[in-house]
């Protein structure tokens, strides 16, 4: 049976990633739309999410608003009977996602938690490598150009808006699925601009099964961008660059494949609907929490787009 699927929040990521994705999937339909200032010029459109759930039986909802608000939006799609895609970071708290989840499970639908960057191509078999390999130490390094990705995004630079780990939970995202142990932060560094609510660079000190795990968060990258996870380990060392897409062992490059991440991120919330199954995994959410927990703060110069 065909799923009928509804999108709300009509915005970049909506346009560059979910609408060709959805497009691509069989056996996932997008049938309406959902979006103050938007709309799709061949589907219904609704400028809200209650009238979109009045109107139209769509079985499974997308949200790609930002993480702020996205709670009262779930929980609406979940009373509504109706299964549910959450963009990453899932939502702007860890206890409203697990209260989504006892929502979602309450209402026998799933709740899919994405973390798009694990789609990327070369994760899983950086997971395998890793899988037998004692750990030395681990440096993630993840540099971007805020002003490139990120123009006039208001929300990005408010509380909840998590500042440079929107981009840096891809990093976290990544990490979790590929250490073979646990991972939990022991030190943080946060700068914040003097005219924003949320950092624009960070420094987090991790441990993973007994390993230092160092990361750096930075949006004031010009020039190239870096979105590399290097780990060293007994037997080598491992490097995985462009966010996950290429992967190095010993300096040799093993594989570079084209981007799937969501066609893959579709293809799975249609067998998690399919099995009656949820997905809602909060660990990189989780360290981005304690990292602003444990974090010492630092102003720096004013943030003008
Ligand atoms: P965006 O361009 O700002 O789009 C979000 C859309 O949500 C807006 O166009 C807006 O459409 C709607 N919206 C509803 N309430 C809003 C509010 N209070 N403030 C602002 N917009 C609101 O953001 P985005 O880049 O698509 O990111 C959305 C989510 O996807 C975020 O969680 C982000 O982390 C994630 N994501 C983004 C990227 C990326 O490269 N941009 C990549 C992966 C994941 P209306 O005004 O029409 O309602």
């Not at 069989?26 to 759930?53: M, W």
Request: glycine residues 6%; negative net charge; proline residues 6%.
């Amino acid at each position: 049976m065909t799923i009928r699927l509804a999108l709300v929040g009509l915005g970049k990521i909506a346009r560059d990633q979910h609408l060709p994705a959805i497009e691509q999937t069989e056996g996932v339909r997008l049938t309406a739309i959902a979006s103050r200032h938007a709309g799709h010029p061949d589907l219904p459109s609704y400028p809200e999410i209650d009238a979109l759930l009045a109107a139209e039986e769509a079985e499974a909802i997308t949200l790609c608003t930002p993480p702020q608000g996205r709670h009262a939006q779930a929980r609406a799609a979940i009373a509504a009977g109706r299964h549910v895609m959450l963009e990453k970071p899932p939502g702007a708290t860890v206890t409203e996602v697990q209260d989504l989840a006892r929502q979602a499970k309450a209402a026998g639908v799933t709740l899919f938690a994405t973390w798009h960057s694990r789609e990327a191509a070369a994760v899983d078999a950086a997971r395998d490598w890793l899988a037998t390999r004692p750990i030395r130490h681990v440096r993630i390094t993840w540099k971007e150009d805020v002003r490139h990705w990120h123009p006039g995004q208001e929300w990005i630079w408010q509380a909840g808006g998590l500042g440079v780990f929107d981009p840096g939970i891809n990093a976290l995202s990544i990490a979790t699925a590929i250490l073979p142990a646990p991972l939990f932060v022991t030190a943080a560094e946060l700068s914040f601009p003097s005219n924003r609510a949320a950092p624009i660079a960070a420094r987090v000190a991790m441990e993973c099964g007994g390993a230092p795990v160092e990361a750096e968060f930075d949006w004031r990258q010009t020039g190239p961008q870096t979105w590399d996870i290097e780990v060293e380990t007994e037997n080598g060392t491992l490097r995985l660059s462009h966010g996950g897409s290429r992967l190095h062992l010993d300096g040799v490059e093993q594989m570079a494949a084209p981007d799937r991440e969501y066609a893959r991120l579709y293809a799975r919330f249609a067998d998690l609907i399919r099995a009656g199954q949820s997905d809602v995994d909060l660990a990189p959410l989780q360290l981005v929490a304690d990292a602003f927990l444990l974090a010492n703060r630092h102003q720096v110069e004013a943030f003008e787009e």
